[in-house]
């Protein structure tokens, strides 16, 4: 099947943004929208990849752009995260 073309308009503010943010990645426009619209159609971008067309460049491009926790909220994740451990019963072995 061929690919299909598709022009697209957008506001000054929404084509400044997405020239900055495929510029700071280093992938074309045309590749950045493409998957925006395929995870809000939440329908895979084809080829042989992972789940939704994930490749390990995408997910660590991803990585890299997520929020980062304040101290506190981190501090506070940590506590949640050993309270939770605790309460958890121990793992027993495979073998027994």
């Known amino acids: 099947m061929a690919d299909e073309h598709l022009t697209l308009r ?18 074309p426009k045309s590749r950045v929208v493409r998957e925006a619209i395929a995870r809000y ?16 460049r995408t997910l660590g491009q991803r990585w890299a752009a997520l929020p980062r926790l304040h101290p506190d909220e ?14 958890m019963p121990p793992p027993s072995p495979p073998w027994e």
């Open 74 to 87: 981190a501090a506070n994740f940590a506590d949640d995260l050993s309270a939770s451990a605790a309460e």
């Open 10 to 27: 957008l506001p000054t503010h929404l084509a400044r943004a997405l020239t900055r943010w495929a510029d700071a990645r280093d992938l």
């Open 41 to 56: 159609l939440d329908a895979p971008t084809g080829g042989d990849r992972g789940p939704a067309g994930l490749t390990a």
